[in-house]
């Protein structure tokens, strides 16, 4: 029997199974098995992971670990982590694993040695914090930098952003970190009133170094400098680029672009030079921890066998979820302020990666992919959309996360783990009541994840967990995680647009909704 007939024989198994499953209740299987809590978890080296408030049996997981092997994802696992090519649509490997690898490690692309490479661009990293941090690296006025402005978008503005942020306690120094992304000329005049010139440092992270919102918002910032009195703007920009030409045309010296290469794609690249903003940050120590913690998943993910990946584990659940229970979306919520950015982070990550309508064949799929991810930090969010999580007609999964301790106040720490924990506790069992109003169905599923404290290192391994669980999920759907095609379309018909707007271009095919929004904005700027 092939591969194709073994999955839809499991897919048959997994449909009947299902149909057993939907009058069982989640309190039904914990009053059944007394030690369910404890019989459906795992605990990593830093990482709790408690999935046994999740609509599944052992027969479930059964089927489950079946269809991943037809799915064939531990020789896909060790495809990626041997630098096959296994990107088909761009022809790449897929090695952000080998940016946090050991340097003794062995990995080549086409018999090239890339472990080497990759840790001679960390040793210039290290190199450089190391001048910012021991005030050696001077602004134009010979004063020593303080202030770091990382200019990019997407995995060059979003994965950085938020380590930063969740990091924000082992910040080195007197030091301050601002990003910007969007083209939004606001954000440009907030930053311009909260920055002092002769102190700013800015790195320009793109690629190809022509994503147009990058290089305008870092057009508009040189400018900016030159007309406050900057006469060496190399001492103010750095670059993390493939584009020699373009960063030496700007104004970039050589030595300070910091390379990338194209096996990393952006929504994973915060282990490489696009780290560089969190290593400013959080100084290089820190920042090899988060790579080392990285670094301990994907030894898990790699060397375990999928009855015990976690990865691999939760990947089959939200497969179970999206293409049995029809769950249209996903919410992530976070029980910890310094996380409030990684819902952001994980809606790019997942839908960037998985949103995709065509197999790796190039046929349109007919079943569901991607749920729509969301979520933000608790327990604000209790307080506005958690009356649907409990009683609204939609299914939504839930990934809770929360630290086991946190610095500060005690009694604050407690009422926050409480709160996580009840509304998982609450969302599972439910409550009877006569009164409609007041009754909740509860048998709503979710995963708790838990870490004694948001270390660099625990931060790692948890970003790495996700990343895997994406690259998994698109194995079951046969879909090709690492491209993203779908953000370009936009890009190119804007351009044509701007040039009309600006009166340089007359675009005649547009339809009659675009003609007349182009209209009024002629109008109310003429």
């Known amino acids: 029997m092939t591969p194709s007939n073994d999955k839809q024989l499991i897919r048959e198994q997994l449909s009947a199974h299902f149909k057993a499953m939907q009058n069982i209740h989640l309190r039904d299987l914990f009053m059944h098995d007394p030690h369910r809590g404890k019989n459906y978890t795992q605990q990593l080296p830093s990482l709790y992971i408690d999935f046994s408030k999740n609509i599944l049996t052992n027969e479930t997981l059964g089927l489950l670990f079946k269809f991943a092997t037809a799915s064939q994802v531990e020789e896909s696992i060790r495809a990626m982590f041997t630098g096959e090519k296994i990107n088909i649509t761009e022809n790449r490997a897929v090695l952000h694993t080998a ?12 018999n090239n040695d890339i472990v080497g490479p990759v840790h001679a661009e960390l040793k210039k990293i290290k190199q450089f914090v190391t001048t910012i941090h021991d005030k050696s690296y001077r602004g134009w006025t010979n004063k020593p930098i303080d202030t770091f402005v990382n200019i990019g978008i997407g995995g060059s503005d979003l994965g950085p952003k938020m380590v930063v942020d969740a990091l924000e306690k082992y910040r080195q120094g007197e030091t301050r970190s601002f990003f910007i992304s969007n083209i939004d000329y606001q954000a440009i005049e907030f930053l311009q ?3 002092n010139p002769e102190t700013t440092l800015f790195i320009v992270s793109s690629k190809s170094f022509n994503t147009i919102e990058t290089l305008t918002n870092a057009e508009t910032l040189k400018t900016w400098m030159q007309q406050f009195g900057c006469d060496d703007l190399s001492k103010h920009f750095i670059a993390v680029s493939n584009n020699l030409d373009a960063t030496n045309e700007f104004g970039i010296k050589a030595e300070n672009v910091f390379r990338l290469w194209d096996w990393v794609g952006g929504r994973f690249s915060l282990w490489s030079a696009i780290g560089l903003p969190i290593a400013l940050a959080i100084g290089f120590d820190n920042f090899e921890d988060l790579l080392a913690g990285a670094h301990e998943m994907d030894e898990h ?3 375990t066998p999928i009855e015990k990946n976690i990865p691999v584990i939760l990947a089959l659940i939200d497969y179970w979820y999206s293409n049995f229970f029809d769950a249209e979306t996903h919410a992530f919520i976070p029980y910890d302020e310094s996380l409030k950015l990684f819902p952001d982070y994980l809606s790019q990550l997942f839908m960037e990666s998985n949103g995709k309508s065509f197999d790796l064949n190039g046929h349109r799929v007919d079943y569901k992919t991607m749920p729509i991810v969301w979520g933000s930090a608790g327990t604000n969010s209790q307080h506005s959309y958690f009356q649907l ?6 299914f939504v999964p839930i990934d809770f996360l929360v630290p086991l301790s946190k610095r500060g106040d005690k009694k604050h720490h407690a009422q926050l783990l409480a709160n996580c924990l009840a509304q998982s506790q609450s969302l599972m069992q439910g409550e009877n009541n006569s009164d409609p109003n007041k009754h909740f169905s509860g048998n709503k599923p979710s995963t708790t994840i838990l ?9 790692g391994s948890l970003i790495a967990m996700y990343e895997h669980r994406t690259f998994v999920q698109g194995l079951l759907w046969q879909i090709n995680s690492f491209d993203q095609y779908g953000v370009e379309l936009g890009k190119k018909l804007a351009v044509d647009i701007y040039k009309n707007l600006q009166g340089t271009k007359t675009v005649e095919d547009l339809d009659s909704s675009t003609q007349n929004l182009i209209s009024l904005y002629k109008q109310s700027n003429t």
């Open 99 to 110: 940016l946090r690898s050991n340097v003794d490690q062995e990995i080549e692309i086409d």
């Open 301 to 303: 993910f790699s060397k």
């Open 389 to 394: 999580l409990h009683q609204g007609t939609h």
């Open 451 to 459: 870490y004694s404290e948001l270390t660099p290192k625990t931060l």
């Open 193 to 195: 009133k909260s920055i």
